[in-house]
């Protein structure tokens, strides 16, 4: 019974470089929603993706995109790091936009040096 | 004012010790209600969400909302070390847009 899969684990990437994370939802699961946590705080909202349409955004820049595939996996692209990018980055996986139970994955940490 | 408060902690308890962890929020657009945890270096694990005013109990743990108060609580019952991790309180809204929004959790560590 396979979860919210989450790759890369970690990466480490320099700053003004560009970086794709790739998330595969729990299998029926339709939503995939993208959160960033820096170390000591509580996940912030980014994207949320239903039926491959953009449902939900959080408030972060223009750097930050995504996108859903017709399997419902989704990519989180991040352009021009800076330092402050440095996160854990997070995918949760839901039924459906509504108010529902949504599961995460084990996280991307990426490292901006 | 932030749309949800949670006390950081860290909270030391002693094994078998019963746990409140509580959230205060100002969003009435605020729908949903839910509590996650985790341990370090892991995604958060859904451990309860309900959508009304009143208890929820599962097992050692008993969610509690008070939506005329703007507040949620956690408890857990005969708390175990296996308990210590951040607790998250979560809230869903559509107002404006579909969003969960976290607290910014709380350390919990229960000691044997």
């Known amino acids: 019974d396979a979860g919210v899969t989450q790759s890369p684990t970690h990466l480490i990437k320099t700053r003004g470089q560009q970086v794709t994370l790739r998330c595969s939802p729990i299998s029926g699961h339709k939503s995939v929603s993208w959160y960033q946590q820096v170390l000591g705080q509580g996940p912030q909202f980014i994207f949320q993706y239903y039926e491959k349409e953009e449902r939900g955004r959080g408030n972060f820049p223009d750097r930050f995109s995504a996108r859903q595939f017709p399997n419902y996996s989704s990519e989180l692209n991040v352009n021009a790091l800076l330092l402050g990018d440095s996160a854990l980055y997070l995918c949760?996986?839901?039924?459906?936009?509504?108010?529902?139970?949504?599961?995460f994955g084990q996280g991307t940490r990426l490292t901006v040096v | 004012q932030k749309e949800v408060e949670q006390d950081p902690g860290p909270l030391s308890v002693p094994e078998g010790a019963i746990v409140s962890l509580n959230c205060t929020y100002s969003?009435?657009?605020?729908?949903?209600f839910m509590w996650y945890r985790q341990y370090s270096r892991k995604g958060p694990e859904l451990l309860m969400y309900t959508y009304s005013s009143g208890n929820k109990e599962d097992g050692r743990f008993t969610a509690q909302v008070d939506k005329s108060s703007k507040y949620i609580s956690l408890f857990i019952r005969d708390s175990q070390p296996s308990d210590s991790a951040t607790y998250l309180c979560a809230f869903y809204t559509t107002s404006g847009t579909y969003k969960y929004i976290f607290g910014t959790g709380t350390r919990l560590k229960v000691l044997a």
């Open positions: 949760a996986s839901s039924l459906a936009v509504g108010p529902t139970e949504a599961f």
């Open positions: 969003n009435s657009a605020f729908q949903y």
